[in-house]
Nanobody, 126 residues
């Protein structure tokens, strides 16, 4: 059973940067497409971005394009979400998730993911 644990969240000022990590155990992460989602209080869970198994392909939501970058280190069973130019509206709990379906547009839909981490909080102050 694949288990995912996020880390790296915290409090940062607007314009600042953070890098979130998603560590996997119980299976080789290279077998999975990994996505990042976020959820702010009172709002629906929102897709942030996804990365293919090889790491060669990524795509991000329009709201974070040009600011957030997803990468992975399959040898270490890690996926990263680099976040720059953070805005107060980026404040949310951030979750990584994994699925074994083919990489593509379906990776933006949370219902396609089978494994989820517990989340890490990112708070961006004015």
């Amino acid at each position: 059973q694949l288990q995912l644990v996020e880390s790296g969240g915290g409090l940062v000022q607007a314009g600042g940067s953070l890098r979130l990590s998603c560590a996997a155990s119980g299976g080789g992460l290279s077998n999975y497409v990994v996505g990042w989602f976020r959820q702010a209080p009172g709002k629906d869970r929102e897709f942030v971005g996804a990365i293919s198994r090889s790491g060669l392909n990524t795509f991000n939501a329009d709201s974070v394009k040009g600011r957030f970058t997803i990468s992975r280190d399959n040898a270490k069973n890690l996926v990263f979400l680099g976040m720059n130019s953070l805005k107060p509206e980026d404040t949310a709990a951030y979750y990584c998730a994994a699925h074994r379906q083919p990489y593509g547009s379906r990776s933006s839909r949370d219902r396609n993911y089978n494994y989820w981490g517990q989340g890490t909080q990112v708070t961006v102050s004015q």
